[in-house]
């Protein structure tokens, strides 16, 4: 699996952005160890999901390409499939919820491609993406569950690790387990001693407790705060690359997200959305000392506008 | 006046972060030139006001140290006062308007520091700094009003120079004018053909009015968005820098204060003040093109739990 996250790195040069990794006395103050932030909030788009969007879309067969793709997602995998169609000229139709950030739908809009809109806890997103498969042939962009999504995001760890060298632990957020399942393969890869571990919302903590039983466990509408970590269940193809190459799982609460995205606002001066903040949450969990720590930011687009009402309880 | 800024370029190696130069093909599409942002909102304390204020409280004797410092600021030059004095081990008095950002007020007090609150409307802050250094002996560290901040705040323009070479224009927003002075100095010598442009909320344009009339102006109490920016007028060392070196300047409305900032929030990822986004307000009213355009982001300190209600209205 090493070498496709190798192959999708060589498709993504130039296309995707090396994104930078940042350091923070503060923040190795605070915990004892030395943090390095990996800043996919900068990718384009926002957020990591391009990379595993534009590696699959285009690895399509010209036929493929005619007739067009479809994704569903709670935002950053739409906007991820939207700009990588933008820029291949293909044209491309998004399932999204109701409730997705404006600042994702209006994105999407932007980027040219056309958005179904439908109700998280009535209908199903993968029943209405195959109705229109049936239609219009289609192709499917998965959200996580397919390896060269998966080969994409991996890429992530991949060039986080060629930057900063040696990690001891390495903290990546978990919703469908597309980023966490190539990180992990890179991580091992390239560090074999390194610790991956998943970093999930206690409110939607259903990939923690697969791990941990072994068995795909499923939360039915889970509501975190972190929105693109709402995803029911870890998928079919991910599942197992977690078992293999994932260390642990730390669960982290609504408050603690909203404090570590407080912290990386207020004093690292970088917009982070919640689902990218969730991994950082984590590290007063992490009771060691001394270390390298690695942490992926996993994206930034969250509505600004509403962005303070996150913060009104914070206490730091 | 150029050799002060290497001076103080000196004191603050090591000390001050060389700050990052941000591009985005975004902006460049926008305004049809490439635009090369300095970020001094990462800078330490999250504002170029570090660099004066340590460049000063570093020449100081050993007596004056002793003594101990006062400022008064709207909270940068608090912040950035307090923090020096942390650094150095010198005990420091700040006088900070009521209205002052909270996320200000905090961080002055977690460096350590004693505030006194004034009204803005109604008290003058340097009689109360005045009749304190009277009582105990503090040395005055001014805003912007002396050679050693203002060879302190240079070095932004310095390095940025240092950093990305030929610049035909450099933006740098003005308040009291203590950065554009030693940026105009710094980009002068540096590049004799760069055009120094001076930007002001159009709500305290004090300066610009200065340097059109070539008169001292003051506008009483002038209440932008802008907050680091509303003061009253230039000081008298300065505005004869600022008569001398810079070439012209531009006024900003509210609005495009606030799109700048939704722009940098939003695409960019970065956290910037409302004064430290208004020389890229001024980017849809420079009318050239192709030109290399570089813009200094001042600063990053601003209450993110009330940002969005800066947002509510603005249409991009």
Chains 1, 2 share one sequence.
């Not at 930078?20 to 384009?44: A, D, H, W, Y």
């Not at 994932?246 to 606002?265: G, H, N, P, R």
Request: some cysteine.
């Amino acid at each position: 699996m090493y070498e496709k996250i190798t192959e999708a790195a060589n498709r993504l040069d130039g296309i995707a952005h090396k994104t930078p990794v940042l350091t923070s006395t503060l923040l190795n103050e605070l915990t004892g160890n030395s943090i390095f932030l990996k800043c996919e909030n900068f990718q384009r788009m926002g957020a990591f999901k391009f990379r595993g969007a534009y590696n699959t879309v285009s690895s399509l067969s010209q036929e493929a390409r005619r007739k067009g793709v479809i994704a569903y997602s709670s935002g950053n995998h739409a906007m991820a499939t939207a700009l990588t169609c933008k820029i291949l000229a293909i044209p491309a139709t998004v399932v999204m919820p109701e409730d997705a950030p404006r600042v994702k739908t209006d994105a999407v809009e932007d980027y040219g491609a056309t958005i179904i809109k439908y109700n998280r806890s009535t209908e199903s997103r993968e029943e209405i993406a195959q109705e229109l498969i049936d239609k219009y042939g289609y192709t499917l962009i998965p959200p996580f569950d397919a390896e060269s999504i998966i080969a994409g995001q991996g890429t992530v760890a991949q060039e986080f690790i060629e930057e900063v060298g040696k990690l001891d632990y390495l903290l990546v957020p978990c919703g469908g387990g597309g980023l966490i399942s190539g990180c992990a393969v890179a991580a091992k890869h390239l560090l074999p001693e390194c610790k991956v571990i998943g970093v999930e919302p206690a409110l939607s903590d259903d990939a923690a407790k697969s791990f941990k039983t072994g068995e795909l466990q499923t939360i039915k509408t889970p509501n975190s705060v972190a929105d693109g970590l709402n995803t029911p269940s870890l998928g079919k193809i991910t599942f197992p690359f977690i078992k293999e190459h994932v260390d642990d799982f730390i669960t982290v609460s609504e408050e603690e997200i909203k404090t570590a995205m407080y912290l990386l606002w207020t004093r690292l001066k970088i917009v982070v959305e919640p689902s990218g903040a969730v991994a950082l949450a984590a590290y007063r969990k992490l009771s060691v000392k001394g270390k390298r720590v690695g942490v992926v930011l996993s994206g930034g687009n969250v509505d600004v506008r509403k962005a303070g009402d996150l913060f009104k309880d914070i206490i730091v």
